[in-house]
């Protein structure tokens, strides 16, 4: 195996993958250790670990399915043996993979009699099932059955409330949460006087991703909220009524930039610049394409209350995206000049 370095003080910390093994598609495991660590930075590291694992990363599940003869979630249709509350606990059982930001739309279309299993799911590019054998439903009779779908991407527990429910549309409870489970345990000895750490972390996925890769986003994560921290205190930072307030320079609205006059040209321009191209931190990324912010005139038409109602979207998220601007501002002036 391959082991990765960080210095830390005197000491050189490696980590390496001790087991990965694939039980079966929906149960992976990959068991890891982080040493030399120092007395009681091994129960630091596991805790913020462990609630990074289950917590920040981010899962696809199918959130809603909808279907015009369906009358309500208990009742049962003919030429189907499962019963409608049934086929909706099946599609929650559902494993998916995929890099997409927002909602999407998928759809089951089967003429029976057969099975239907995941594998009949017409899913966007950008979703993959990790095991089409789940089972759906059985047909018994040669009718047909349509069912339109909502895919997600998210993180953590998303419960159904009843207010959701809408005429032939029913939410489904989402799990966003790939890691199953994650555990780590310390193992202690003495090096010459000094006595020392040894962090030994396992980590059980759905197949959606493998340890290694929950391992990795959840260190991102970790690190991406400790990065304020890192940067001189925000003088004009103010709390009123739990929400953060900042004075957006001119140029974040085209009626005061003073390349107004160029206003259309402009637009055209930024309408096919995308915040991929960007060098935008992970987070920042991640926050802006969650709510289907894909281009910078995406972007310049949410005002600074649309950008700090979005989730995890903070301060130091918006300075990198004025900074980011301040550039591509300065740079259409001197073209313009």
């Known amino acids: 195996m391959v082991r990765d370095k960080v210095t830390v003080s005197t000491q050189t910390l490696q980590w390496k993958c001790l087991e990965s093994r694939a039980d079966n598609k929906r149960l992976h495991y990959g068991r890891f250790i982080l040493s030399p ?3 009681g930075q091994a129960d630091t590291i596991g805790i913020a670990m462990r609630r990074a694992l289950l917590g920040e ?22 030429g189907i043996q499962e019963s409608v509350h049934e086929i909706l606990m099946n599609l929650k059982e559902i494993v998916l993979r995929s890099n997409l930001y927002g909602t999407r739309d998928a759809s089951i ?24 054998t789940q089972h759906i439903a059985n ?30 549309s029913y939410p489904i409870d989402a799990v966003f949460m790939p890691v ?15 006595k020392q750490e040894i962090l030994f972390l396992e980590i059980w996925t759905n197949g959606s991703l493998t340890p290694k890769e929950a391992l990795y986003e959840a260190s991102r994560n970790l ?25 957006l320079p001119p140029f974040f ?25 960007l060098e935008l931190p992970p987070r920042t990324y991640n926050c802006l394409k969650r709510s289907n912010i894909h281009t910078l005139w995406d972007l310049l ?20 995206i004025l900074d980011v601007f301040e550039k591509i501002l300065d740079t259409l002036e001197i073209e313009n000049a």
């Open 37 to 39: 660590l120092m007395k």
């Open 57 to 78: 990363i981010e899962g696809t599940c199918i959130t809603r399915a909808k279907s015009e003869k369906i009358p309500h979630e208990y009742s049962t249709i003919v």
């Open 109 to 132: 279309c089967v003429k029976g009699p057969g099975y239907v299993t995941a594998q009949d799911i017409i899913l966007p590019p950008s979703v993959e099932i990790i095991d089409k």
């Open 139 to 168: 047909l018994t009779e040669p009718i047909n059955l349509c069912i339109g779908l909502q895919i997600e991407r998210n993180r953590g527990y998303h419960i159904k409330t009843p207010n959701n429910f809408q005429d032939g």
């Open 180 to 194: 199953r489970n994650a555990n780590y345990s310390i193992h202690s000895y003495v090096n010459g006087n000094e």
């Open 223 to 247: 690190i991406d909220l400790f990065i304020p921290f890192l940067h001189p205190e925000q003088e004009n930072l103010n709390l009123e009524n739990n929400q953060h307030k900042v004075t």
């Open 253 to 277: 609205t085209f009626h005061d930039s003073k390349l107004s006059k160029n206003k259309k040209d402009i637009k055209a321009l930024m309408e096919y610049i995308f915040i991929d191209q």
């Open 301 to 320: 038409n949410k005002s600074e209350k649309d950008l700090m109602k979005i989730e995890h979207f903070c301060i130091e998220d918006l300075k990198h």
